[in-house]
């Protein structure tokens, strides 16, 4: 059942039963991440797309050349991060905003100026899946510092619920690019503040495992419907995500323990 609500400024926060399994999935995937102390262990929590999974079903848009492009992004919003507070010395609850701000100024414009159709498609998905090898295979995992995080996941309850609610506001205009909106990622930066150089390098990972995905839901959403097409393509994602990371566990160097 969905639920209209005009806002200011042109925008329309529709409510469904998806955004009300959101709120579940983002709060257990996030303690998850939390809990864990492995960089390399987060760094897989940090790749399952199962928000994205949600939120693409409450849109109930077909997949198309928004939610590859989204990649590009949310690569951008994840080094941002990064950046800010590992090269700039910004403080990380100021930097994690800053660069959720650059996200939504960015997926707003895309949203505007990103054609749907098959060609806009698969160009994008061909563009995107070379810059997640080159990024992927061009670049190696760092020893970080191992964190498990004391606050208990009640705390973090009240972050999660403003977050999901700002995607319920706008991802009406953000469109497809809403579909990998940094839900798990705002307090999961934060929880992986020691280890953000590991935690950059899961866009381009879910860049080569989860554009098969896309294209797998993309090829059989009009004839199998949006869920079977992205249950299909998680099956696919799984075939790759699994020796992949296998293959990247064993060059992974030690944790620090400083």
């Given at each position: 059942m ?9 925008l329309t926060?529709?409510?469904n ?15 998850g991440?939390?809990y ?14 199962v928000p ?7 849109l ?5 050349a928004t ?41 707003l414009?895309?949203?505007?100026v ?26 190696s ?11 208990p996941?009640?705390a973090?309850?009240?972050?999660i ?7 319920v506001?706008?991802?009406?205009n953000?469109?497809g690019?809403?579909?990998?909106f940094?839900?798990?990622s ?12 590991t935690?950059t ?8 495992t ?33 020796p992949i ?14």
């Amino acid at each position: 059942m969905l639920e209209s609500h005009a806002l200011p400024f042109g925008l329309t926060a529709t409510l469904n039963r998806w955004d009300l399994i959101l709120v579940v999935v983002v709060s257990l995937q996030t303690a998850g991440l939390a809990y864990i102390a492995a960089p390399r262990a987060k760094s897989v929590m940090m790749t399952l797309p199962v928000p994205f999974t949600i939120v693409t079903l409450s849109l109930g848009l077909s997949v198309n050349a928004t939610n590859v492009l989204c990649l590009i992004i949310l690569f951008i919003y994840s080094h941002s991060i990064r950046l800010l507070h590992d090269r700039l010395g910004v403080p990380i609850v100021a930097a994690i905003p800053l660069a959720l701000a650059l996200y939504i100024v960015l997926g707003l414009a895309a949203a505007r100026v990103t054609p749907t159709g098959d060609t806009a498609f698969w160009i994008a998905t061909a563009v995107v899946y070379v810059c997640g090898l080159f990024l992927f295979f061009g670049t190696s995992p760092r020893a970080e510092r191992a964190h498990r995080t004391s606050l208990p996941v009640w705390a973090k309850l009240p972050i999660i619920l403003c977050v999901v609610a700002l995607l319920v506001l706008i991802k009406g205009n953000l469109g497809g690019f809403a579909s990998f909106f940094p839900l798990v990622s705002v307090v999961g930066s934060y929880e992986a503040r020691h280890c953000l150089w590991t935690m950059t390098r899961t866009i381009p990972l879910l860049m080569i495992t989860i554009l098969p995905l896309l294209v797998t839901a993309h090829l059989t959403q009009d004839t199998l419907g949006l869920g079977t097409g992205l249950l299909l393509g998680w099956a696919v994602f799984l075939m790759l995500l699994v020796p992949i990371t296998a293959w990247q566990w064993k060059r992974w160097p030690a944790p620090l323990t400083d």
